[in-house]
Protein backbone atom coordinates (compact mmCIF):
# COMPACT_ATOMS: atom_id res chain seq x y z
CA UNK A 1 0.00 0.00 0.00
CA UNK A 2 1.62 3.27 -1.12
CA UNK A 3 1.81 5.95 -3.57
CA UNK A 4 4.39 4.39 -4.96
CA UNK A 5 2.40 2.23 -7.35
CA UNK A 6 0.57 5.04 -8.98
CA UNK A 7 3.61 4.69 -11.74
CA UNK A 8 3.21 1.37 -12.08
CA UNK A 9 -0.65 1.30 -12.05
CA UNK A 10 -0.41 4.67 -14.52
CA UNK A 11 1.71 2.46 -16.87
CA UNK A 12 -0.57 -1.15 -16.90
CA UNK A 13 -3.89 1.12 -17.61
CA UNK A 14 -2.25 2.77 -20.51
CA UNK A 15 -0.86 0.14 -21.86
CA UNK A 16 -4.91 -1.26 -22.29
CA UNK A 17 -5.89 2.46 -23.74
CA UNK A 18 -6.33 2.12 -27.56
CA UNK A 19 -6.11 5.32 -29.73
CA UNK A 20 -9.32 6.45 -31.40
CA UNK A 21 -10.32 9.15 -34.16
CA UNK A 22 -14.19 8.92 -33.55
CA UNK A 23 -14.67 10.30 -30.88
CA UNK A 24 -11.30 11.34 -30.65
CA UNK A 25 -9.02 9.59 -27.96
CA UNK A 26 -5.76 9.25 -26.62
CA UNK A 27 -3.75 7.91 -23.37
CA UNK A 28 -7.61 7.00 -22.41
CA UNK A 29 -8.60 10.68 -22.10
CA UNK A 30 -11.26 11.97 -25.06
CA UNK A 31 -12.26 15.14 -26.37
CA UNK A 32 -14.93 15.88 -24.29
CA UNK A 33 -12.93 14.66 -21.00
CA UNK A 34 -10.22 16.54 -21.58
CA UNK A 35 -12.17 19.80 -22.42
CA UNK A 36 -13.88 19.44 -18.83
CA UNK A 37 -9.99 19.20 -17.65
CA UNK A 38 -9.01 21.91 -19.63
CA UNK A 39 -11.55 24.40 -18.79
CA UNK A 40 -14.08 27.00 -20.89
CA UNK A 41 -11.15 29.24 -21.31
CA UNK A 42 -9.33 27.00 -24.43
CA UNK A 43 -11.51 25.06 -26.81
CA UNK A 44 -9.83 21.30 -27.32
CA UNK A 45 -9.48 20.33 -30.60
CA UNK A 46 -8.92 16.58 -32.30
CA UNK A 47 -5.49 17.68 -33.26
CA UNK A 48 -4.81 18.74 -29.20
CA UNK A 49 -5.92 14.98 -28.21
CA UNK A 50 -3.49 13.39 -30.59
CA UNK A 51 -0.63 15.59 -29.05
CA UNK A 52 -1.58 14.31 -25.79
CA UNK A 53 1.50 12.83 -23.86
CA UNK A 54 1.98 10.49 -20.61
CA UNK A 55 3.20 14.01 -18.47
CA UNK A 56 -0.09 15.55 -20.15
CA UNK A 57 -2.81 13.16 -18.62
CA UNK A 58 -1.06 12.10 -15.39
CA UNK A 59 -1.88 15.11 -13.74
CA UNK A 60 -5.85 14.47 -14.66
CA UNK A 61 -5.30 10.26 -13.90
CA UNK A 62 -3.84 11.30 -10.34
CA UNK A 63 -6.87 12.42 -9.69
CA UNK A 64 -8.58 9.43 -10.50
CA UNK A 65 -6.36 7.61 -8.19
CA UNK A 66 -6.97 10.06 -5.30
CA UNK A 67 -10.59 9.83 -5.50
CA UNK A 68 -10.62 5.81 -5.06
CA UNK A 69 -8.31 6.12 -2.27
CA UNK A 70 -5.32 3.85 -4.01
CA UNK A 71 -2.57 5.57 -2.01
CA UNK A 72 -4.00 3.34 0.94
CA UNK A 73 -4.82 -0.07 -1.19
CA UNK A 74 -3.32 -3.02 -0.67
CA UNK A 75 -1.05 -3.90 -4.14
CA UNK A 76 -3.38 -4.83 -6.87
CA UNK A 77 -6.11 -3.82 -5.54
CA UNK A 78 -5.40 0.04 -5.95
CA UNK A 79 -4.73 -1.63 -9.69
CA UNK A 80 -7.97 -3.19 -10.06
CA UNK A 81 -10.05 -0.53 -8.56
CA UNK A 82 -8.09 2.43 -10.47
CA UNK A 83 -8.72 1.00 -13.88
CA UNK A 84 -12.45 0.49 -12.76
CA UNK A 85 -12.50 3.70 -11.91
CA UNK A 86 -10.94 5.38 -14.90
CA UNK A 87 -13.38 3.29 -17.27
CA UNK A 88 -16.53 3.85 -15.12
CA UNK A 89 -15.93 7.10 -13.51
CA UNK A 90 -14.91 7.60 -9.44
CA UNK A 91 -17.95 6.96 -7.38
CA UNK A 92 -19.07 3.38 -9.32
CA UNK A 93 -15.72 1.91 -9.94
CA UNK A 94 -15.41 2.64 -5.86
CA UNK A 95 -18.63 0.95 -5.69
CA UNK A 96 -17.94 -1.94 -7.18
CA UNK A 97 -15.05 -2.16 -5.08
CA UNK A 98 -17.68 -2.20 -2.11
CA UNK A 99 -19.87 -4.39 -3.90
CA UNK A 100 -16.28 -6.75 -3.91
CA UNK A 101 -16.05 -6.77 -0.23
CA UNK A 102 -19.33 -6.97 1.26
CA UNK A 103 -19.14 -3.25 3.12
CA UNK A 104 -21.77 -0.66 2.70
CA UNK A 105 -21.76 0.78 -0.95
CA UNK A 106 -21.90 4.67 -1.00
CA UNK A 107 -19.46 5.28 -3.45
CA UNK A 108 -17.05 7.29 -1.15
CA UNK A 109 -13.75 4.52 -0.04
CA UNK A 110 -13.26 5.50 3.85
CA UNK A 111 -12.05 3.98 7.17
CA UNK A 112 -15.04 0.41 6.87
CA UNK A 113 -13.97 -0.06 2.97
CA UNK A 114 -9.92 0.93 3.56
CA UNK A 115 -10.28 -1.65 6.56
CA UNK A 116 -12.10 -4.73 4.83
CA UNK A 117 -9.52 -3.84 1.72
CA UNK A 118 -6.83 -4.13 3.96
CA UNK A 119 -7.39 -6.95 6.14
CA UNK A 120 -9.51 -9.04 2.93
CA UNK A 121 -7.55 -12.03 1.05
CA UNK A 122 -6.39 -9.68 -1.61
CA UNK A 123 -6.38 -12.00 -4.57
CA UNK A 124 -9.67 -12.96 -3.77
CA UNK A 125 -10.81 -9.25 -3.59
CA UNK A 126 -9.18 -9.21 -7.18
CA UNK A 127 -11.19 -11.78 -8.47
CA UNK A 128 -14.10 -10.21 -7.16
CA UNK A 129 -13.60 -7.07 -8.69
CA UNK A 130 -12.78 -8.66 -11.77
CA UNK A 131 -15.70 -10.34 -12.10
CA UNK A 132 -18.21 -7.86 -11.23
CA UNK A 133 -16.40 -5.88 -13.86
CA UNK A 134 -16.82 -8.51 -16.63
CA UNK A 135 -20.59 -8.76 -15.54
CA UNK A 136 -21.27 -5.54 -16.89
CA UNK A 137 -19.62 -6.34 -19.97
CA UNK A 138 -20.61 -9.84 -21.20
CA UNK A 139 -20.21 -9.87 -24.61
CA UNK A 140 -17.49 -6.73 -25.32
CA UNK A 141 -14.71 -8.87 -26.23
CA UNK A 142 -12.02 -5.82 -25.78
CA UNK A 143 -13.48 -4.58 -22.42
CA UNK A 144 -13.07 -8.65 -21.45
CA UNK A 145 -10.29 -8.85 -22.75
CA UNK A 146 -8.94 -5.77 -20.68
CA UNK A 147 -10.68 -6.77 -17.78
CA UNK A 148 -8.43 -9.97 -17.69
CA UNK A 149 -5.07 -8.28 -18.48
CA UNK A 150 -5.52 -5.83 -15.41
CA UNK A 151 -6.50 -8.71 -13.27
CA UNK A 152 -3.39 -11.23 -14.30
CA UNK A 153 -1.31 -7.30 -13.56
CA UNK A 154 -3.11 -6.54 -10.69
CA UNK A 155 -2.39 -10.63 -8.96
CA UNK A 156 1.44 -10.21 -10.38
CA UNK A 157 1.50 -6.96 -8.01
CA UNK A 158 0.45 -8.98 -5.27
CA UNK A 159 3.19 -11.83 -5.78
CA UNK A 160 5.93 -8.68 -6.09
Known amino acids: MTAANFNACLAAVLNEEKPSDDPPCRLGVTQDAWQTWVGVN ?62 SVDGLVGPETLNAATNGDHAAVIGKVSELRADLYRGQGYWLDRIGHIHAAAHDMIAG
Open 42 to 103: RVVTAADILALTVADVTPLYRVFWRGCGADYLPDGVDLATFDWCINSGVRDGNKGLQKALGV
